[in-house]
């Protein structure tokens, strides 16, 4: 069999590739149903993109690569293809927009676009060859292999990622079976995990969420933070994670924005005998502020406390260092941090410089981004530029 295009994996970058490759583009997955990450993310709404997307909010090693698809693919883009579907859509928070409804409507939307494409689930991919000219690609589809020979070979199969939902590194692979190096890839945007006394301290607090400031290696991200039985997860936390490595420490501000010296000094004034964690439970919860006047060690209620012992206090809450001892992994991890080395790409087409004709997008590449829509946006972008220079050239 021959085709024009042939496109590994039938995700977000994948379909949106298909949608922009001209003819002849058959689409490949070995799941049972295409964009299955699409239909479970943002809970279910998906979250298409951010308003706010820039280079800035991508992590690669070369943080210019995702300039030139981003820039001719934008989130306007986007937008502008969502609302031509009729998709109802609203900005949640920090320029993060969700469907009203449904993410399964992204999903129909893509599928509609690339109408023109035959899509092959259930199919898995075994070897590629390149004779200079074509790929060939022996496909197995209900246990009967198929050659199929295509002028150009997308490969969209995502990264590494919740294996259980069919991820498997196989980009990765192709990308050192034809010469391309590929980045240290690690789990992102995924919860981190504690363990001895620090875990101990945190399980009872499990199911708290708070508003924080946290802090890794230089950088801070202001946002939901929330507690669970195996260490600290929501926003603030998956946003930090793609920023963290084993053996650094965290610190997170509990209550970002109050000037809580002042506060306590105040309250110490204006009946102070109150305990430590009720003074602290006018800023966080009350379970909270328990754990954090436990552990300042302090005795006595406020009033007892000279000028010294608040500060101590206030820094219990503004600056509690703590130390990882790890991350849920490739389990619950929503993203793969790294990958296929930008180096050996073209980043106007996403072409492969050594190999025409071969072409990463998405996840697999390695550009990442921050949470809040940036990593759907990366998708479309690099799914988009990959797709028109094929398009183009096939005319
Ligand atoms: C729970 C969760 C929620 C998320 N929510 C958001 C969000 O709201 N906003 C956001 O921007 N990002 C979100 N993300 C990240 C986003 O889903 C990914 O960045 C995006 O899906 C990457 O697109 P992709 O096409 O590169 O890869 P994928 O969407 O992962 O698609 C890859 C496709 O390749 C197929 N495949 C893999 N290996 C093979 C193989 N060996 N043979 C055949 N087929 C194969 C897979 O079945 C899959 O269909 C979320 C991720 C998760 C896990």
Same mark, same amino acid.
């Given at each position: ?30 799941? =049972?149903?295409?964009? @299955?990450?699409?239909?479970?993310? /943002?809970?279910?709404?998906?979250? $298409?993109?951010?308003? %706010? ?5 991508? +992590? ?24 031509? %579907?009729?998709?109802?859509? %609203?900005? =949640? ?10 993410? =399964? ?34 496909? @197995? ?11 150009? +070979? ?9 294996? =259980? ?10 990308? @050192? ?22 875990? @101990? ?19 801070? $991200? ?11 997860? /929501? ?26 010296v002042a506060a306590l000094r ?21 379970? +909270? ?30 600056g509690w260092d703590l130390l990882?001892? /790890? ?10 941090? /790294? ?22 997008i998405g996840e697999c590449v ?30």
């Amino acid at each position: 069999m021959q085709v024009e295009t042939l496109i590994l994996g039938a995700g977000a970058a994948g379909l949106m590739c298909a949608a922009h490759s001209g003819p002849g583009v058959l689409v490949v997955d070995h799941a =049972k149903s295409p964009g @299955e990450k699409i239909r479970i993310s /943002g809970g279910g709404r998906c979250n $298409f993109t951010n308003l %706010h997307t820039c280079p800035e909010n991508f +992590l690669s090693g070369n943080p210019h690569f995702c300039k030139s698809a981003l820039g001719r693919y934008t989130q306007w883009d986007f937008l502008d293809l969502v609302s031509r %579907h009729g998709i109802a859509w %609203h900005e =949640k928070t920090l320029g993060q927009l969700f469907c009203d409804e449904s993410a =399964k409507q992204i999903v129909a939307m893509l599928l509609a676009e690339a109408a023109g494409a035959e899509l092959w689930l259930q199919t898995d991919v075994g070897a590629i060859d390149h004779d200079g000219a074509r790929f060939s690609v022996i496909l @197995e589809r209900d246990g009967r292999p198929t050659t199929v020979l295509a002028r150009n +070979l997308v490969v969209a199969t995502g990264g590494k990622s919740i294996p =259980k939902m069919g991820a498997t590194g196989l980009a990765y692979r192709i990308a @050192e079976r034809f010469g391309l190096g590929v980045t240290e890839t690690r789990p992102a945007l995924v919860p981190l995990t504690f363990s001895g006394p620090v875990l @101990e301290r945190l399980k009872p607090l499990a199911g708290l969420s708070v508003d924080a400031e946290v802090t890794c290696n230089g950088v801070a $991200f202001r946002e939901g933070l929330l507690f669970t039985h195996r260490g600290l997860s /929501g926003p603030a936390i998956l946003q930090i994670s793609s920023f963290w490595r084993e053996g650094d420490p965290i610190c997170v501000d509990l209550v970002p924005g109050v000037e809580l010296v002042a506060a306590l000094r105040s309250r110490r004034q204006s009946g102070g005998r109150i305990a430590l964690a009720t003074a602290l439970s006018e800023y966080m919860p009350t379970r +909270l502020a328990q754990v954090v006047a436990e552990g300042s060690g302090l005795r006595g209620n406020l009033a007892d406390q000279n000028d010294g012992a608040v500060r101590e206090l206030s820094a219990r809450a503004t600056g509690w260092d703590l130390l990882p001892s /790890g991350s849920e992994g490739y389990r619950t991890a929503e993203v793969t941090l /790294g990958g296929v080395a930008t180096d050996g790409l073209s980043s106007s087409t996403m072409e492969a410089r050594a190999v025409p004709g071969l072409y990463f997008i998405g996840e697999c590449v390695d550009v990442t981004g921050w949470l809040g829509g940036y990593n759907f946006q990366w998708a479309w972008s690099s799914g988009w530029a990959a797709g028109a220079a094929i398009a183009a050239r096939s005319q």
